[in-house]
């Protein structure tokens, strides 16, 4: 039997935007499931049939989440690869189809999923532009459509940005770029990330705009490794991925059925309690600011704090080294993150969305605290005194 590692002292985890538990109601709907199937649903036998009419089941409710027809969601293993499907099944289709050197638009603080993706268009022959944001993070409608070219093909940009957690203008942005292609060759399709929106944020895709639209179940207290694609009806795109031809063709392998239910079950969830949890973490948000404004000298805030996600604290203190504050809040019992999880993989762990901000002082300089749903008051008053113990332990 695995031996886990059980909780010996009090600790405040507060890096929920990293990655949520499992709630309750989706571990439930899972082990149910679990129990009593595990037919693939591609046989024609009488279980395969069951677990594929649960299968509908499932997409239908995320479906209604988007507000769309079942039919446009696309299931994957995670934001990461519905990012990677979005940008390269857009770019393939469009070489495919005439464009030799297909243009796509994106901005410099997207998660390291869409601008690694980026890079590997650029190796592929295809033009990547992307835009430089305001000091607060934020970029507008017209910096979007004064980098269209007559090869534009897709705009990728973040709804809720995972690091400093500033809100882009999406609806706006979307309908500038929508009427511009209209005097283009080749339709423009527009992209967003919106991993870290539906917890706080309605994802009506009809009111959005969009054609492609990401999630992931790690985000919304789901299970880790699935995530879906939004895929508007009438969209061109080619599938990167092939095999037995499931999700429409467009994403070959096995369903797994089992977290596609969890993550329907976390997101009908976070509908239900986006309202009240959206109000109290944001009273803890500026709590949490205001006090380490106040009682740190020097220290500053990243990104807008008007256009914020109500969960979100990213904090500069500078000439601090990050990392380093990251490792003693641990020691205090505080789980915070600097740069992005996924970042602090590469062996240059600065936080290039903050240097993006025109703020290269602190990007090394700079720790973001993400508060969810089990986030209190106390652990606030718990983490701002791990603080301050932690910053006289770094000679701050």
């Not at 995530?227 to 095999?243: E, K, Q």
């Not at 996600?309 to 990213?314: D, H, L, M």
């Amino acid at each position: 039997m695995f031996n886990f590692l059980k909780k010996k002292q009090e600790r405040i985890f507060l890096d929920y935007a990293s990655a949520t538990p499992v709630r309750a109601e989706v571990k439930v709907v899972m082990r149910d499931y679990a129990e009593l199937h595990f037919a693939n649903p591609s046989a024609l036998y009488t279980e395969a049939r069951q677990v594929k009419e649960i299968m509908l089941q499932a997409r239908s409710e995320v479906a209604r989440f988007l507000n769309t027809a079942h039919e446009r969601i696309v299931f994957t293993a995670g934001g990461t690869e519905s990012n990677n499907l979005a940008i390269l099944g857009t770019f393939a289709y469009a070489q495919q189809h005439g464009i030799a050197r297909p243009h796509i638009i994106s901005v410099l603080t997207e998660h390291s999923s869409v601008r690694e993706v980026l890079a590997e268009v650029t190796r592929r022959g295809g033009e990547v532009t992307l835009l430089t944001p305001d000091s607060d993070g934020l970029i507008t409608a017209q910096q979007v459509v004064d980098a269209i070219q007559n090869n534009t093909v897709l705009v990728s940009i973040m709804y809720v940005n995972n690091e400093i957690g500033v809100v882009q203008p999406l609806r706006e942005i979307v309908r500038a770029v929508k009427i511009k292609s209209q005097a283009s060759r080749f339709e423009i399709l527009f992209h967003t990330d919106a991993c870290q929106a539906p917890l706080f944020y309605t994802l009506d895709v009809s009111t959005l705009g969009v054609d492609l639209l990401t999630l992931d179940g790690l985000k919304v207290y789901g299970p880790a490794g699935i995530g879906c694609l939004y895929v508007r009806h009438g969209v061109n795109w080619s599938p990167v991925m092939f095999g037995g031809g499931q999700e429409m063709g467009l994403r070959s392998g096995t369903e797994d059925v089992t977290r596609m239910l969890g993550l329907a079950t976390a997101l009908s969830c976070a509908k239900v309690e986006r309202k009240e949890l959206s109000i109290r973490l944001e009273k803890l948000r500026d709590y949490c600011i205001d006090e380490i404004l106040k009682r740190f000298e020097g220290a500053e805030i990243n990104g807008s704090r008007k256009h914020r996600v109500p969960n979100n604290i990213s904090i500069c203190f500078k000439g601090l080294d990050a990392e380093y504050l990251v490792v003693a809040l641990d020691t205090y019992g505080v789980a915070a993150s600097y740069s992005s999880s996924c970042q602090t993989l590469k062996e240059d762990s600065s936080s290039y969305v903050v240097a993006s901000l025109g703020k290269p002082d602190c990007a090394l300089s700079s720790i973001r605290f993400t508060l969810g749903r089990e986030t209190t008051q106390a652990d606030i008053d718990f983490a701002l005194h791990a603080l301050e113990k932690a910053l006289k332990q770094v000679g701050k």
